[in-house]
């Protein structure tokens, strides 16, 4: 029996019970959760940045769609029927409409973008910064294949590009 005890080094310390660490042992292990705890920290701001580009292209897809199915459908939103619904797009917003637009119209509805979030477009019609959606078929009346809508994280520079053919199907980069 001594002998299995000594082959399987039972009897030394560390199977032991042993009192208090070390204060080296103690600084060591606060020392490694620190240094966890700092990327995660530091690594939390980004990835709530890129969710918010995320985000923002995922609430205008939302109202693009909206306003295309008015199109389509002719709602009136309690009102006359309507020619044209559009988007207009500024820096840091943009505002669906119907029929022309026009910036002091009562019944235009305004999205602000988050501080850090721009958009811009290469659709344009008549210099203003715009998309039509053509009454009975949802067509973007002024379609270009060259035209795209981008959303940009000034802060991170993280970018969601949409692409967009006439019948509204789009791809993002």
């Not at 609430?59 to 295309?68: E, G, I, P, V």
């Not at 029927?81 to 235009?108: C, Q, R, V």
Request: glycine letters at 6%; hydrophobic letters at 40%; a negative charge.
């Amino acid at each position: 029996m001594q002998k299995l005890i000594y082959f399987f080094n039972l009897d030394r310390s560390i199977f032991k019970p042993r009192g208090f660490s070390s204060l080296a042992e103690i600084v060591l292990i606060m020392g490694i959760l620190a240094i966890i705890f700092s990327i995660g920290v530091i690594s939390l701001p980004r990835i709530q940045q890129s969710a918010d580009v995320g985000a923002v292209t995922d609430t205008f897809l939302a109202d693009f769609r909206d306003q295309q199915f008015k199109a389509m459908t002719g709602d009136t939103q309690l009102g006359t029927p309507a020619d044209y619904y559009g988007i207009h797009f500024d820096t840091n917003s943009y505002t669906l409409f119907k029929d022309t637009w026009s910036p002091s119209d009562p019944e235009n509805f305004t999205i602000n973008l988050p501080p850090s979030i721009e958009v811009s477009t290469t659709f344009d019609y008549l210099g203003e910064k715009l998309i039509y959606f053509s009454k009975g078929s949802g067509e973007i009346a002024n379609y270009n294949p060259e035209h795209t809508i981008t959303f940009l994280d000034v802060s991170t520079k993280v970018q969601k590009t949409i692409h967009l053919d006439k019948s509204g199907a789009y791809s993002i980069n």
